[in-house]
């Protein structure tokens, strides 16, 4: 067995074979030939998957696997980790999407011989979609030894042995490697390089000659007597001291610097090394010809970025005072080929998979699943939410997402021609993750970055049509002492606990003239007087265009209800400012489901229509409102929509209570009627007992588990739901997997809590997928009654033993519950009575609810002046 084979936990093999973790236990236990473990802990063994399968199969346990469930085991088991896995699976799912007779060609050999060949045919399809970082040119990442890289600026990817080209503006032609790698220090319209002896040099005198050219090659940001860079035999230094050794010296580098003796570049005895410059934000003195090459328009920012000076700093700062970190690097760099050797059998999986449900759909799923196995790793934007922001800033050409996450915003953008999607994170599995999802999912040009988006703009010289961003709240560290003199802050230097408005002007910073930013925010970002100042300068001058309130539950966390900005960089200040102010809270869902998305996306829509338009909105009582800026410029400047808007209509108020009032006592009077008769005592009964798991055996009924993606517009019943008795309410991460959908008669068990809970499935509720968390019986009708089941089910001694305890949390096993086994017509008898607790139960719940409507109502009808006292 090969030391780095895909691993799988007790779970995973429970999963595979359809039983309980308990069963794999006993496996272990009673099966002197069960798998040893590879790996993993005492407590949390993991096995070779190829050896589980097989044992599996000995034992008759496993008739097949479905094929997406091998896959996912293969990429959760996989020996560099699940992320790593993706990353290979994304880049090969998407070789398939552009070029699927190149996989077919490298996938007829053997593993070996697939590992060689898709380096070079990954570099060729990620090139042109996933481009490089725009105003940091440079080369790729991965050298000789870490593979090609990806991500180089407009003119080519870093190729060749040790990357590619240093600080190449937009647009340079490539400098010194294979595949047109982006330049080194060109300026505007250079002329080529890499070409015979007779081209002119990059950035060098009139007289200069070519750089990687023949053995005669010139300088390169030198005087017309220095000799060439990475030339042939008789190459000698640029800028350098002759006494300073070479650059990429090792013979062995692919054939590229393989001169020991080659001198460095750019370099002196004092002089830092290649285009490696001591800050992020350089002042005006970094990469500057008077102090790093011979010629003085050399590798000044304005000159390399087309606009003014990035970041800088008054004359007598120091360089070294803004250091924040190292620069941004492409989010992307395709694996070398014994990187992906012990990926092959996940990627031949996935392109099998890929065959039947398609390669976008193939990576959503993976996505999904290990989104989803991974809940409290990652801040996700809903989709409806996503959606929403896209629609707010409009169609756009270019977007920018300075926080991408996993690309859902940038992903929710309406396609367009041309259409170019730039993205940086911090974090660099996010950063690749998203660019082969959008990349998948669009044809346009996706330029992703890994870097601190605030202390390290991976995008300086953008200037977008629209930007969407889901920033991190409430950060501390976010480079409050580094940035203080950052020409960002147009609208005043955030203060440390504002790192949402440091955000909110880096928006606006990328956005060209009229165009739209939007950001999902705290509402202590609308309130907190440490921002009063910046949220001033933005309305004064037209900035902040809108504020809205979202309903709680619409992304995380799930208890505060979030705001949403929409601001403009504004091509001239308006004569008389306005800003819309929109509160949705009415909108919210009554489970963890969410709000009502479908009527929050009109409401917000219908109102920034109508105020983009007239610039003004007429008045909408409890729901929107366009405010004049100068009413909220007084100390506070509070822009919480719910503090501006007029409440609801009088007489609707009264009238809905009225209603309320209505529909209460004819449920309190139904309630009264559905009353349970008295109990008349009778004997301990002595059933004969058996369990659900006998019961699934013996085929009286099938057990089905809940899912962990399906169809996006399919309704998903939770547990909450089933514990609420309230409609479906839930959501499923998108997959093209299959969903479990209920029918009429199942009956839905949750697993968690510990509280004693079962439901049957009606004619409303049929249809709907089950979510995780709960487990679906579909009884045989002629040999078991759903209620006698579900009722059973319920009993507290029933729940109590088949209940496993860990620290913080109860789990049921619910193939251990018990129920009697009695003819057909007793489980009728016991099933009326049953059903009709159910009705009993259900109306008390809405009674409930009616009540507490009606209560708050009155509170606040009698509040707000909207009922009278008597």
Not at 602 to 631: N, Q
């Amino acid at each position: 067995m090969q030391d780095n084979a895909t691993e799988v936990t007790a779970a995973g093999i429970a999963r595979l074979a359809g039983v309980g973790r308990a069963a794999v236990s006993n496996w272990r236990r009673r099966h002197a030939d069960f798998p040893k473990p590879v790996g993993g802990t005492e407590t949390s063994p993991s096995f070779a998957l190829a050896e589980v399968e097989a044992w599996l199969r000995k034992q008759g346990k496993l008739a097949e696997v479905p094929l997406r469930e091998r896959v996912w085991q293969q990429l959760a088991g996989h020996p560099e980790g699940p992320l790593t896995a993706l990353v290979h699976t994304g880049c090969v799912l998407l070789l398939i999407h552009e070029r699927p007779t190149v996989w077919l060609d490298a996938s007829a050999g053997s593993d070996a011989r697939l590992a060689a060949m898709l380096p070079g045919a990954l570099e060729k399809v990620l090139t042109p979609r996933v481009g490089g970082v725009r105003g940091r040119g440079g080369g790729g990442v991965g050298g000789a030894r870490a593979g090609v890289g990806v991500g180089a600026g407009a003119g080519g990817v870093a190729g060749g042995g040790a990357g590619g080209g240093v600080n190449a503006a937009y647009g340079r032609p490539a400098v010194s490697g294979a595949f047109g790698q982006a330049g080194v220090n060109g300026p505007g319209n250079p002329p080529a390089v890499n070409t015979g002896s007779a081209s002119p040099g990059a950035n060098s005198g009139p007289e200069t000659s070519s750089v990687n050219s023949g053995s005669v090659a010139s300088s390169v940001n030198s005087g017309a007597a220095s000799p060439g860079v990475k030339s042939g035999s008789v190459a000698s230094g640029v800028n350098s001291s002759p006494a300073v050794p070479g650059v990429d010296p090792d013979p062995t580098a692919l054939g590229v610097n393989p001169a020991p003796t080659v001198p460095a570049v750019n370099s002196s005895p004092t002089a830092p090394t290649v285009n490696t410059p001591p800050t992020v934000h350089n002042d005006p003195a970094v990469h500057n010809a008077a102090s790093v090459s011979s010629e003085s328009a050399v590798h000044n920012a304005a000159t390399v970025h087309n606009r003014p000076t990035v970041h800088s700093t008054p004359p007598d700062t120091p360089a070294t005072a803004i250091t924040a970190g190292s620069p941004p690097t492409p989010a992307l760099t395709p694996p070398t080929g014994p990187q992906l050797l012990p990926s092959a059998p996940l990627l031949r999986g996935a392109a099998e998979l890929a065959a039947e449900i398609g390669a976008r759909q193939t990576f959503e799923f993976l996505l999904g699943r290990h989104l989803d196995a991974n809940p409290r790793q990652y801040t996700l934007t809903p989709a409806e939410l996503a959606g929403l922001m896209a629609d707010l800033a409009g169609p756009a050409r270019t977007v920018l997402d300075p926080a991408c996450g996993t690309g859902a915003l940038l992903r929710a953008v309406d396609p367009r021609p041309g259409q170019e999607l730039y993205a940086q994170d911090n974090a660099p599995e996010l950063a690749a993750l998203s660019a082969l999802r959008l990349a998948l999912h669009s044809r346009a040009t996706v330029r992703a970055a890994v870097g601190d988006t605030l202390r390290a703009d991976a995008h300086p010289g953008l200037l977008a049509d629209a930007v969407l961003c889901h920033p991190p709240f409430n950060e501390r560290n976010w480079g409050h002492d580094e940035l203080a003199y950052d020409p960002r802050w147009e609208y005043g230097f955030p203060a440390r606990t504002e790192s949402e408005l440091a955000w909110v002007q880096h928006a606006l910073a990328r956005l060209t003239d009229g165009g739209t930013a939007v950001l999902l925010m705290p509402p202590a970002a609308a309130s907190r007087r440490s921002g009063r100042r910046i949220r001033a300068d933005l309305l004064r001058r037209g900035a902040l265009r809108a504020v809205v309130a979202l309903p709680v539950g619409a992304a995380p966390p799930y208890n505060i209800p979030l705001h949403l900005w929409v601001l403009r960089r504004p091509d001239r200040t308006p004569a008389a400012p306005e800003v819309l102010l929109v509160d949705t809270g009415r909108f919210a869902g009554e489970a963890r489901g969410g709000p009502d998305w479908e009527a929050v996306r009109e409401a917000v829509l219908d109102t920034w229509r109508a105020f983009a338009r007239e610039g003004r909105l007429t008045e909408r009582p409890g729901l929107a409102r366009s405010v004049p800026v100068i009413e909220l410029l007084d100390d506070d400047v509070d822009l919480a929509p719910a503090r501006h808007l007029p409440p609801a209509a009088v007489a609707d108020g009264a009238e809905q209570l009225t209603q309320v009032r209505e529909r209460l006592g004819e449920t309190l009077r139904l309630t009264a009627d559905l009353t349970p008769p008295p109990a008349d005592p009778a004997p301990p009964a002595r059933w004969p007992l058996t369990t659900v798991g006998e019961l699934a055996r013996g085929g009286a009924l099938v057990m089905r588990t809940g899912g962990n993606g399906g169809h996006a517009r399919v309704p998903v019943l939770t547990d909450h739901d089933v514990l609420a008795g309230s409609a479906p309410s839930g959501t499923l991460p998108e997959s093209e997997e299959e969903a479990v959908l209920t029918e009429p008669g199942d009956v839905v068990v949750p697993v968690l809590g510990g509280g004693a809970m079962a439901r049957v499935i009606d004619g409303a509720t049929g249809g709907a997928a089950l979510g995780r968390n709960l487990v679906l019986l579909r009884p045989d009708r002629t040999a078991l009654d759903p209620w006698f089941l579900a009722g059973f089910l319920r009993g507290t001694a029933n729940n109590r033993q088949a209940s496993s305890y860990a620290s913080t949390a109860t789990r049921l096993d619910v193939r251990r519950l018990h129920l009697p086994r009695l003819p057909l017509e007793e489980q009728l008898r016991y099933g009326a009575r049953f059903r009709a607790l159910d009705e009993f139960e259900r109306a008390l719940r809405h009674a409930s609810r009616l009540g507490e409507q009606l209560v708050r109502g009155m509170y606040d009808g009698l509040t707000d002046g909207m009922v009278a006292p008597d």
